[in-house]
């Protein structure tokens, strides 16, 4: 098992800055990629970025050149900086770990969300 708990959301002004965390603990040897999705109300969740053991990462259009996501060498916190924040980013964000052999990829476990309110 792996336990996930997300921190750092919050309400922020347009064009303003949050750094999302997500502390992991357990089986996290079984996890070899982190991943952050977010849903807003009335809406399906969706991936925002995500990292994997190698260090390569992969962003959603809708977030590129905004947010950076990194991590702890030894998998125990996976990061979100969120930067040039805008209202349709308001969301609840969840962190998952997952694993992913070849082209599938486990459901994972997931933390219980964080609030991101983005004011215009």
């Known amino acids: 098992q792996v336990q996930l708990v997300e921190s750092g959301g919050g309400l922020v002004q347009a064009g303003g800055s949050l750094r999302l965390s997500c502390a992991a603990s357990?089986?996290?040897?079984?996890?070899?990629?982190m991943r952050w999705y977010r849903q807003a109300p009335g809406k399906q969740r969706e991936l925002v970025a995500g990292?994997?053991?190698?260090?390569?990462?992969d962003y959603a259009d809708f977030v590129k050149g905004r947010f950076t996501i990194s991590r702890e060498n030894d998998k125990s916190a996976v990061y979100l900086q969120m930067n040039s924040l805008k209202a349709e980013d308001t969301a609840v964000y969840y962190c998952?770990?997952?694993?992913?052999?070849?082209?599938?990829?486990?459901?994972?476990?997931w933390g219980q969300g964080t609030q991101v309110t983005v004011s215009s």
């Open positions: 990292i994997s053991d190698d260090g390569s990462t």
């Open positions: 998952n770990g997952a694993h992913r052999l070849g082209r599938i990829t486990t459901p994972g476990y």
């Open positions: 357990g089986s996290t040897f079984s996890i070899n990629v």
